[in-house]
């Protein structure tokens, strides 16, 4: 039974739904704010020009005589502003002496009045809010002279009804327009989320064996997902791939040496003669021997399939490889080895695990199948290139070995006890540092080694 994920489901459409709605809402409530403002301006600019026009039809009304400023008042002024049916009129005339000649002589006049021509205004009179309109008239009479101020006031009851249906109707159609356009983002996000469906699809569709890439055609953003999962698909395909081959090597390679063994022990057994059971225990070391030596190259072309996709390349010394490498085949095996080394630092990039047993496996193949001495040789970088070489005095790979180097197995010819996985561990480590496998014959024997590619700093 598969284990249930412990992190919660998230998702994609939800979280999108849940954005738009957010931003949606935020919009929302800026523009009931811009729509209140913008109904306030206009109530504001629709009944300013009515207490405008109210006060230059008084202020034309104005005249001097005998040495005195009288006003007649028209009466088409406040029938304009009976417009606003439920509001209240107040009006206030001052003369050029400060005295009211005619209206509500408290009708309030603006706190910061700077002597401009004409001016609207905000205040409280007779308990209620009202909006005032102060127009400034200059008399220039014989015995009169100054300003005449003329002030025309209004409740603000019909104007705040006009600024609030304003502001309804601005939010309505807001509000419908915003639940019109969620709806359109519901069903883009259905269309725009059906590549994701698809994809899921094709994955439950296919066979559990199936681990080809994923080929249908997606959006960009997809595709990038799509990438990704070929990219993860092409690397579990290699891990099962190393994974199955081992087990195909092991039970081939191992299987047969087993049963070899078996019969040397049972001959063993039933042998009595000293000289043939010594002989049969020779044979018996020696077998033992080469199923250990089997083995330990099962487990390290395992382990270098492994790195190949989990290790991480880092600066190296192409020299301290060989030198631990030597050292490691130096502890095993009386044979001496050779080492010749540059006196500066060959640096390339790679895992050291897997050069390692690549040269060791290298080291192995000369001092069992080629002819001693031995020798391990690193050469500086020359022309991009540098080279770690094991030579031998021997007769060298035959050609048709030598095209199939490389594959599982196709060395066997080298020796009667050769499993033929040595050089197939190291042509693999060459593949995955992008280095080449080099073999050829030299006057004194034959040499095999990598020939790595660098980059100057």
């Known amino acids: 039974m598969v284990p249930a994920s412990t992190n919660p489901r998230q998702s994609v459409a939800v979280r999108l739904g849940m954005a738009m709605a957010v931003i949606l809402a935020v919009v929302l409530l800026g523009t009931i704010f811009a729509a209140n403002k913008y109904g306030q301006d ?7 020009r009515l207490l405008r026009g109210a006060a230059l039809q008084i202020a034309e009304r104005i005249l001097v005589t005998d040495g005195h400023a009288n006003v007649d008042l028209p009466v088409s002024a406040f029938e304009l502003l009976s417009l606003a049916r439920t509001d209240r009129i107040f009006y206030r005339i001052i003369g050029p002496d400060g005295k009211t000649l005619t209206g509500y002589g408290d009708l309030p006049l603006p706190k910061d009045d700077k002597g401009r021509a004409d001016q609207t205004y905000n205040t409280r009179y007779k308990g209620a809010d009202v909006r005032a ?14 300003d005449v101020k003329v002030i025309v006031a209004q409740t603000t009851t019909e104007r705040v009804a006009l600024a609030r249906s304003i502001t309804t109707q601005a939010v309505l159609t807001i509000a419908a327009a915003g639940i019109v356009l969620l709806l359109l983002v519901v069903v883009v996000m259905r269309i725009a989320l059906r590549p994701l469906a698809r994809v899921e699809r094709t994955i439950l569709d296919r066979d559990v064996n199936d681990l080809s890439p994923i080929d249908i055609a997606a959006p960009a953003e997809v595709a990038v997902l ?44 039933d042998e009595d003669d000293p000289v043939v059971l010594a002989r049969l225990h020779k044979r018996l070391h020696e077998r033992t021997v080469g199923l250990g030596r089997l083995a330990d190259q099962l487990l390290s072309h395992a382990l270098i399939a492994h790195r190949a996709d989990m290790a991480v390349s880092q600066e190296l010394d192409l020299r301290r490889i060989a030198l631990e490498a030597e050292r490691e085949i130096r502890a095993v095996s009386d044979e001496f080895i050779q080492v010749e080394l540059p006196d500066e630092p060959v640096a390339i990039k790679g895992d050291p695990i897997s050069l390692r047993e690549a040269v060791k496996n290298l080291l192995n193949n000369a001092l069992k199948h080629g002819g001693l001495p031995v020798s391990l040789v690193v050469t500086p970088a020359q022309n991009g290139h540098a080279c770690l070489l094991v030579r031998d005095t021997g007769a060298g790979i035959s050609p048709e070995i030598s095209c199939r180097i490389g594959e599982r197995f196709a060395s066997n010819g080298i020796g009667p006890d050769s ?8 042509s693999a480590v060459a593949s995955s540092h992008g280095a080449v496998l080099v073999r050829r014959c030299t006057d004194d024997g034959f040499e095999i080694g990598l020939e790595f590619s660098v980059t100057a700093s």
Do not use: K, W
């Open 42 to 48: 206009a109530a504001d600019e629709t009944f300013d």
């Open 133 to 146: 309109y102060l127009l400034r008239r200059q008399l220039a009479e014989r015995f009169v002279s100054g």
């Open 226 to 269: 799509l990438a990704a999962i070929n990219r993860f698909m092409r690397r579990l395909d290699r891990r099962i791939e190393a994974m199955q081959n081992f087990v195909a090597d092991a039970a081939h390679q191992i299987r047969t040496p087993i049963t070899a063994l078996r019969a040397q022990l049972q001959l063993a057994l």
């Open 419 to 426: 499993a033929g996985l040595g050089l197939s561990i190291v």
